[in-house]
Structure formats: C-alpha cells, structure tokens
C-alpha cells in the first residue's frame, strides 16, 4: 500500500473534466475557461489542482509557451475502467455487477487492464483501505502469500482480504483486530482479482 498515490476529489473532478473535453475534440481550456466550466469562484484554487495533476504526470507543465491546460499521453491512453460494483471489507457479501466507468489515472492502474469496486466495511483499515475508497484489481486466478486479493467463496459472494496458503486450507486475513480470520478449504475460494490501487474521495 504504501507506492499507492490518490488523487483528492477536487482533483479527480478537473482530470475527468478534462479527458472528457479531449473526447469531444475541444481545443485545451486556459484557467479562466475551467474555472468558468467547473463553477469555480478561485483561479488560484484550481492553478493548485492542476499542479497536482502536474506532478503526477497526468498534465504536460504550463511553461507560457502553450495555450491551455493539456493532457499528457499517460492521462489519454486510457481514461477509465469499469466499475463491477462493491466489495466487502467485511464478512463476505455479493459483487454486483454494472455498466459505469471511471477516469483513473494511469499510475494507479498497474501493469495491465483492471477493474474497480467500491469498498463496503472496515475489516481493511490498518492497510490503508477504508469503507467508502475505491480499490482498482488487475484480473489474475492466482496470488501470493500476503497479497490483498478478491476472493470468491462458495462461487456466489465475495470478500476483500490478505490471502495466505496455509497446509491444506486458505486463509482470508483482515487489517483489523476486530475480525477474525477466515479459514476455507481451498476448493472453496476463488481468486479473482489482486489489488493494485487505491481511489479516495475527500
């Protein structure tokens, strides 16, 4: 958890503004123009947004050479992902499944395609991951010792936790004193997915 990076909701809202301006084929906007777009009274609040998106490499720096505030190629290579629904960080409940995308920046993503779930519960806490984040997972049927993974148990509900092959059963650990650990026989659980970023909202 700790390579993890999240961007602020003010933040994210500028970068979605901005992929979506580049989808319909607009010219890049100057400050005032954004402001004006997002409804924002300070100019000085959004330069220091942009910034931010700045040094995560999601916009090119403002040098006074161009016009505009201009994507980089890493923010335009692929602006979203599908979010499948919620996860618990709790006792197991059903993924659900739907049709919405969100913009995620590429540092977030991992190495290849991934999905995101909305966290529900508090048994991750002490990692990091609280109820309401959204956790974006690369696709993958197998995990290490210790990764935090999407384990389906039973083939009908699903759990977010820290996996551990012990002798002859699965174990799904929480990041919180609170929960007990969860003891399977492995024909029981399914990994899905394993976690590579982390989404909050503030």
Request: glycine letters at 10%.
């Amino acid at each position: 958890m700790e390579n993890m990076q999240a961007l602020t909701h003010a933040q994210q809202r500028v970068l979605d503004h901005l992929i979506e301006r580049e989808r319909e084929g607009r010219d890049a906007a100057s400050l005032d123009e954004l402001c004006a777009e997002l409804g924002l009274a300070s100019r000085g609040s959004l330069h220091k947004h942009v910034t931010a998106l700045i040094d995560a490499g999601l916009v090119a720096p403002m040098d006074g050479k161009q016009r505009g505030v201009r994507l980089t190629a890493a923010a335009l290579e692929d602006g979203s992902v599908p979010l499948l629904g919620r996860i618990a960080a709790g006792r197991p409940i059903e993924a659900v499944s739907g049709r919405e995308r969100i913009a995620v920046p590429p540092h977030l993503r991992g190495r290849g395609e991934c999905y995101a779930l909305r966290v529900r519960g508090d048994s991750m806490v002490d990692a990091g991951i609280l109820d309401g984040d959204t956790v974006l997972i690369e696709p993958r049927d197998t995990a290490r010792n210790g990764e935090v993974v999407v384990a389906l148990i039973d083939g009908d509900s699903a759990t977010l936790k820290r996996l551990y092959r012990r002798s002859g059963e699965i174990e799904l650990h929480s990041e919180n004193p609170n929960f007990a650990v969860q003891r399977y026989a492995p024909a029981r659980v399914q990994v899905q997915g394993v976690l590579v970023g982390l989404m909050r909202r503030y």
